[in-house]
């Protein structure tokens, strides 16, 4: 059930197709949309064995072939990730509808109605290194938001895609949804074309690696919504609790190394160094984590390696952390905002004045007190899935569910309004009413 193409014109014409499928489920009643979701569930349970016995052989070919240690954690699909991949598509199918929201009911002047309304962008296009429940999170989310979806997954997770996206269009053509809403590419050269489509898709998210995500955006001149770095920092305040410390900090750093909101560095301030750290040395250790600190960590730490420069800015997406002494949560704030990669970062603190200037201060799409940076995931905020994550500036920011993949038009409905009624020397005024 894949897509693959020899030329451009090839890549087109499924382009076109699925904008038109897509035309027509931007219109679909939600009832629909969710009878769609449930029918998705429903053969991904069926196709289960399927879907696992092609990961393992995606895995058993990555291993040979060596590829880095964090990428393959991404590529691995148990029993278990997969039953909540799929829970997370019918929690998608409990939301509000996104689309058809009106925002703006507004009376210009009587007879002439303003209404601004939510509506599908149109065509994603996801492109995604390893990881491939996340073509099962970024479907759903297509579905219930109204836009057709173009998968374009990495060579490690062919086999697990392809598996997937069969699952998924047969379970769609037992529905109102054409399967042509959904599509996946398979090879680099269809990833590079993607890429100049932006005549037909509306919206890139890439999901991988800091190179990857850097390619994408660079390369194209279709909207991207992504991030590029996921270097993501824990800041223990001089009134943390010890206790409480050190379970966020191992939880941050080891529950899962590979994601991109686990912690790459650690700030410690200097009056809690001699008890903290030691302590949480140990824990670490103890979980074959790789500890680098700054200089003055030694005072404290013996044989540990001394971090340079480049540790502070780096994404290792592994067991390695990196720590660093600070004297003030103004210090720690501004390392964060120097390094920092406007992901995830967290305070402990039992001080909730130093915690209302760190989530005021720390620049970053998540900011978080007295937690696990592992949090900042859709799922858990209760988006049902999410498409992506976002560190830009403007919305949406953070972990991306159903409200990243629309927009808005604004109708106006009138009953032979002109604008000359409303200028000149007698001009009417506008009523501007908002109605209920």
Not at 98 to 121: E, F, N, S
Not at 199 to 211: A, C, M, T
Not at 212 to 232: K, S
Not at 261 to 270: P, R
């Amino acid at each position: 059930m894949t897509t693959s193409f020899d030329d451009t014109s090839g890549l087109i014409a499924i382009a076109k197709k699925t904008r038109l499928a897509a035309l027509k489920l931007g219109v679909l009643s939600t009832a629909a949309k969710n009878q769609a979701i449930e029918a998705i569930a429903i053969a991904l349970e069926s196709a289960k064995d399927e879907i696992l016995q092609a990961n393992i052989a995606d895995c058993e070919a990555a291993a040979a072939d060596e590829i880095a240690k964090p990428l393959y954690k991404r590529l691995q699909l148990d029993e278990h990730k997969l039953r909540d991949a799929i829970a997370g598509v019918r929690d998608v199918g409990k939301l509000s509808d996104p689309v058809g929201v009106v925002q703006i009911h507004r009376k210009i002047d009587p007879g002439l109605i303003l209404k601004r309304v939510t509506c599908p962008l149109g065509v994603l296009g996801i492109i995604f290194e390893a990881r491939p429940e996340a073509a099962i999170q970024i479907v759903s989310l297509a579905i219930k938001s109204g836009n057709g979806v173009i998968l374009k997954g990495g060579k490690e997770a062919i086999r697990s895609c392809e598996a997937i996206v069969k699952a998924i269009k047969q379970g769609l053509s037992q529905t109102t949804v054409n399967p042509d809403a959904v599509q996946l590419l398979t090879t680099r050269e269809e990833t590079l074309e993607l890429l100049k489509l932006d005549k037909y898709v509306d919206l890139i998210i890439p999901r991988g690696s800091n190179s990857f995500v850097q390619f994408v955006q660079e390369n194209t001149r279709i909207p991207v919504l992504g991030h590029a770095d996921g270097v993501c920092h824990l800041y223990l305040d001089k009134t943390a609790d010890i206790d409480k410390a050190i379970k966020i900090t191992v939880d941050s750093k080891t529950q899962y190394p590979a994601a991109c909101n686990a912690i790459e560095t650690l700030l410690v301030h200097s009056s809690i160094a001699a008890s903290f750290l030691p302590k949480i040395a140990e824990a670490l250790q103890e979980l074959h984590v790789e500890l680098r600190g700054d200089e003055r960590i030694h005072e404290f730490l013996q044989n540990i390696p001394t971090a340079t420069a480049k540790d502070w800015e780096t994404e290792y997406s592994d067991l390695i952390l990196a720590i660093k002494i600070v004297d003030s949560l103004e210090t720690a704030i501004a390392h964060i905002n120097d390094y920092g990669s406007k992901h995830t970062d967290a305070i402990v603190t039992e001080d909730p004045e130093a915690a209302k200037i760190f989530l005021a201060l720390v620049n970053a799409a998540g900011v978080y007190h007295n937690c696990s940076t592992r949090f900042a995931d859709g799922f858990r905020y209760g988006f049902g899935a999410e498409v992506g994550i976002s560190t830009q500036q403007m919305p949406p920011r953070g972990p991306v569910g159903l409200e990243g993949l629309i927009t808005y038009k604004y109708q106006m409905v009138g009953d032979g309004h002109v604008v000359s009624t409303y200028t000149g020397a007698n001009a009417k005024a506008f009523i501007h009413k908002d109605l209920v």
